[in-house]
């Protein structure tokens, strides 16, 4: 059974960081690019950060370069979102995603960041 579970979210002060992961199972997931998105409310789900499954090679988001990092460990299966110097704007639900060679993607279940002070 695939999973995709989302960890890290919270509240966090302007300026703050924090870190979210998301641990997979049930598949092959070296293979897979992993992506995080986010659905702020009122707005549309949209691309944060993607890495690719070969070469880990990654994309932003321009809104969130120079402050997010996307990583991953294949060992673990996990992949992480660091997320520096966070603004009212990046309050969300973040989704973690698995996609493979365009066939239907895997999604998390989301993990709620808030900024606030």
């Known amino acids: 059974q695939v999973q995709l579970v989302e960890s890290g979210g919270g509240l966090v002060q302007p300026g703050g960081s924090l870190r979210l992961s998301c641990a997979a199972s049930?598949?092959?997931?070296?293979?897979?690019?992993m992506s995080w998105y986010r659905q702020a409310p009122g707005k549309e789900r949209e691309l944060v950060a993607s890495?690719?499954?070969?070469?880990?090679?990654?994309n932003y988001a321009d809104s969130v370069k120079g402050r997010f990092t996307i990583s991953r460990d294949n060992a673990k299966n996990t992949v992480y979102l660091q997320m520096n110097s966070l603004n009212s704007e990046d309050t969300a639900v973040y989704y973690c995603n698995a996609n493979y060679r365009g066939s239907l993607p895997y999604w998390g279940k989301g993990t709620l960041v808030t900024v606030s002070s």
């Open positions: 890495i690719t499954s070969v070469g880990g090679v990654t």
């Open positions: 049930g598949f092959t997931f070296r293979w897979y690019s």
